[in-house]
């Protein structure tokens, strides 16, 4: 069995907690790895370790800041199956998605910041000022699992080019990308202290890394309650605060959009990752005369592409849950459809056996004020609403205390687009137009603050100093 320390000052360092957690294949349920429970001395050493290296590494500027993350560049290339095998064993993500999924995504997505920053200016005349802007200082990066080696590239290479140092928390059930990122920033030879990860529970580990006071930044990717006592734990010091949470994200079909296209859109979100996207588009918003067309496709959809099965077979489409828990909050959610009055109309069952599986369902009849509608699911459960007029899709899809993405498909561009721009959310898709890996990423209303990726996301690690110089 391996077992795994936490990565602190360019070191492998055991925790005086003595204690191990068990990281779990949701497939399987076999245990392959564990890793440190790690304790308040653990996030002392970390944050110090970044403090320390905070210095040197903000004032080599930021040239030298991209040597080093270029060759992290080439390192993460190289290392692009040992990345997609261990989201497949920690997650469960299909072993086709996790490839053509989250390794081109975190690949993609540092290329383009590597690249677009080379233009930016980190110092820049305004009249007879001087404004420059670095680093605040210690980053904590609290990360989720279900895009676990992501969502840690997403801040930390914004962070790391802004002259920040970071620790990161990842989350408990996939600890094991966090722990290959340490092994490939080791390789790449970064400093010591720039990076640090410390595993253990959010509770705990998380909870006293975010209030630490040599912390300035917290930057979290998470669900919107804890996300919430973020806030206010930053505000204690004033720090500040990245928060990309929770999502319900709508997908309009306009009259007379290509209905195939709008169910693919749609459905993938909901079986890729099984379900487990913060953005993905969990409401299917239709009109109510093209209902019965619409769901002759999503059953012939469901029959030829919802596979669930062992992600590790190229065959499979929907993984399990990532864990026993998320598998009983999916199946809450199911039950709570069904009582509330939505239809079934397919799968609606967990699968019984080895590892944490559950059908993916489709629910019809569906009231947006219905709990199934309105709170995020997290598994691969598709709700399907009507509307009769345009105007009553933008209010449904709008009617949502989330804002991370959206969607519409209409018979031409303008038409879609119209209705994109009503749509108060931070990511609108118009027929089907692709994602580039330099546009920003982050939510309106409850699922955020701040954004990510590209240059947006590292003005957000920046301060920004205005030196008066004289005439
Ligand atoms: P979570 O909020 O339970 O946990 C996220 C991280 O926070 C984990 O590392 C966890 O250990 C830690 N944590 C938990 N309690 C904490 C506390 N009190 N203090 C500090 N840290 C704490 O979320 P999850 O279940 O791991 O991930 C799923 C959620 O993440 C979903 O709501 C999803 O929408 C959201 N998400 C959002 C985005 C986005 O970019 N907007 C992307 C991915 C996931």
């Known amino acids: 069995m391996k077992q795994y320390q936490n990565y602190i000052n360019g070191q492998w360092m055991t925790s005086n907690s003595n204690e191990m957690t068990a990281v779990l294949n949701p497939a399987t349920e076999e245990t392959i790895a564990e890793v440190t429970s790690s304790n308040n001395e653990d996030v002392d050493k970390a944050v110090q370790a970044a403090k320390d290296a905070f210095s040197d590494w903000n004032s080599m500027g930021v040239d030298a800041r991209l040597e080093y993350l270029e060759k992290l560049y080439e390192i993460i290339v190289a290392n692009k199956q040992r990345i997609a095998d ?49 680093g605040f200082g210690v980053v904590a990066c609290i990360t989720p699992w279900n895009y676990p080696f992501n969502q840690i590239q997403r801040k930390i290479t914004p962070a790391l080019i802004a002259g920040n140092t970071v620790v990161v928390k990842p989350a408990n059930d996939t600890p094991l990308s966090a722990i290959l990122y340490a092994e490939l920033i080791e390789e790449a030879g970064l400093p010591a202290g720039v990076f640090n990860v410390v595993t253990g529970s959010g509770s705990t580990v998380g909870d006293y890394l975010a209030g630490h006071e040599d912390v ?141 599986f559950v059908e993916p369902t489709v629910f019809i009849d569906v009231d947006n004020k219905m709990t199934i509608a309105q709170e995020e699911i997290f598994g691969p459960v598709l709700a399907v609403l009507t509307y009769n007029t345009v105007e009553e899709a933008i209010e449904i899809a709008n009617d949502s205390p989330y804002g991370l993405s959206g969607a519409v498909t209409g018979p031409n561009d303008e038409e879609a687009l119209e209705v994109a721009k009503q749509i108060r959310s931070g990511n609108v898709y118009v027929n089907q137009g692709p994602r580039s890996p330099r546009v920003p990423f982050g939510g309106y209303k409850q699922s955020g603050l701040g954004r990510e990726v590209g240059i947006y996301g590292i003005e957000d690690y920046l301060e920004i100093k205005s030196i008066m110089l004289p005439e």
């Open 86 to 134: 261990t989201i497949v064993q920690e997650l469960g993500a299909s072993q086709s998605f996790s490839e053509s999924g989250h390794v081109p995504q975190s690949v993609n997505e540092m290329r383009a910041m590597l690249d677009d920053v080379r233009d930016f200016s980190f110092e820049e005349k305004m009249d007879t000022a001087l404004i420059q802007k670095e």
């Open 216 to 356: 300035s930044v917290i930057s979290f990717t998470g669900s919107t309650e804890v996300g919430r006592g973020l806030y206010d734990k930053a505000s204690d010091q004033i720090k500040k605060l990245v928060l990309e949470l929770g999502g319900k994200s709508a997908m309009i079909g306009l009259p007379g959009a290509d209905k195939h296209k709008t169910v693919k859109q749609s459905v993938d979100t909901v079986l890729n990752n099984s379900g487990q996207t913060c953005a993905a588009l969990t409401r299917l918003i239709i009109p109510e005369e093209e209902k019965a067309e619409y769901l002759d496709i999503i059953k012939k959809y469901y029959e030829e592409n919802a596979q669930v099965g062992d992600p590790t077979d190229e065959n499979t489409k929907v993984g399990p849950m990532v864990s026993e828990k998320q598998k009983e909050t999916v199946m809450d959610y199911i039950q709570k459809g069904k009582e509330e009055g939505a239809k079934v109309f397919i799968g609606g069952n967990a699968i019984d056996g080895r590892g944490f």
